[in-house]
């Protein structure tokens, strides 16, 4: 009988460390389906805020915690940032951050932002300035590197800028009221919907581009240390060129999720790298829906998607649990 145990509990044990990773369906959350939301991880739990619903309708201002991905508690139903479609968000100093964005859709009197806000619970804000040093905008890089918050790129103008509102400028804050700008113009070409994330003390920039009036979109990857000098990891990474896309950082690995382009609408494909310049594919038997403009984040030491436009807006939660022991 022992023998028999011991065996089963190899069995097991081979079946744990072989098992391939696949996402999982944790809930369709109560919040209204969205794309463009603010998220967080913030006190062991996801966090959403805002985002998009349609472009002649105000975004909404909701604000919603969850410790697990499937029971949802709406903490705030009127926060007093109005930018919040595409706004840039990120948690640092252990205070969620919310900052940029645009307002008004396609409806008179949009705009864009260039204010800062923060919370520690969620329900009270504090502005932490009205009018930061960079110009107002929507869909730029925001991540934590060196103590500081780095804003990267961007676009002035959502529905009817040019590429002339597009920046490729970088600045740096250490209390989301005083900016430093690190350079005006870093090596990458300006755009916006991109992608920034931190990996082994660099900054990594993430293709994007620009949607109206002039759509291009881009798959090159760069890498910085300092914010000011930047390398080109590769000026066409194997994931094809897109905007709206997501990207984390997982098990030492960026990640890019889904997105859209022109040609093809929609993406549901899966990439992970550890360096920015060689890219392998993510293939698995569940995945969830085609997808942009939803929320990527590393929660629980799984892989979360949150949201997004799949056609149509969505609400679901979706995690992914690498085995301890997962190689490529």
């Known amino acids: 009988m022992k023998i028999l145990f011991s065996l089963l509990l190899v069995i097991t044990s081979l079946n744990a460390s072989t098992a391939e990773p696949d996402w999982a369906l944790e809930s369709t959350a109560p919040w209204q389906a969205r794309d463009s939301q603010a998220e967080w991880v913030f006190k062991d739990q996801l966090w959403i805020g805002g985002g998009w619903f349609q472009s002649f309708q105000d975004p909404p201002r909701d604000v919603w915690s969850s410790p697990n991905g499937r029971e949802w508690k ?32 396609r409806l008179p009197g949009h705009s864009a932002s260039n204010q800062v806000w923060t919370s520690t619970d969620g329900t009270a804000w504090n502005q932490a300035t009205p009018n930061a040093a960079w110009s107002p905008r929507l869909a730029s890089g925001l991540v934590e590197h060196r ?32 900016w ?11 755009r916006a919907y991109h992608q920034s994330v931190v990996l082994n003390g660099k900054i990594y920039v993430l293709g994007g581009g620009n949607y109206v009036p002039s759509y291009h979109s881009k798959n090159d990857v760069w890498s910085s240390a300092d914010g000011v000098s930047w390398t080109c990891e590769t000026a066409s990474a194997p994931w094809a060129p897109r905007l709206w896309f997501s990207a984390a950082v997982y098990r030492g690995r960026i990640w890019v999720l889904g997105g ?16 920015g310049k060689n890219w392998q594919r993510l293939e698995t038997k569940t995945c969830w829906k085609s ?28 995690s992914l649990s690498l085995p301890p022991d997962w190689k490529p």
Do not use: C
């Not at 009127?78 to 205070?95: C, E, G, K, V």
């Not at 859209?260 to 360096?275: A, F, I, M, Y």
């Not at 984040?297 to 436009?309: A, E, R, S, T, Y």
């Open 74 to 105: 709406l903490i705030n139903n009127n926060a007093p940032w109005l930018h919040s479609d595409l706004a840039m968000s990120l948690t640092f100093q252990d205070r969620l951050w919310i900052m940029g964005g645009w307002y008004k859709g």
């Open 147 to 178: 103590g500081r918050m780095w804003l990267l790129g961007g676009i002035e103008d959502y529905y009817f800028g040019t590429d002339a509102s597009l920046k490729n400028d970088v600045w740096s804050s250490a209390d989301g009221k005083e």
């Open 180 to 190: 430093k700008l690190e350079t005006p113009h870093a090596a990458w070409s300006s």
């Open 260 to 275: 859209w382009s022109k040609e093809k609408d929609n993406h549901g494909d899966v990439w992970h790298s550890t360096d």
């Open 291 to 318: 997808r942009h403009e939803h929320s990527a984040l590393v929660f629980q030491d799984k892989l979360w998607i949150l949201g997004g436009h799949a056609r149509p807006l969505s609400s679901e939660v979706w």
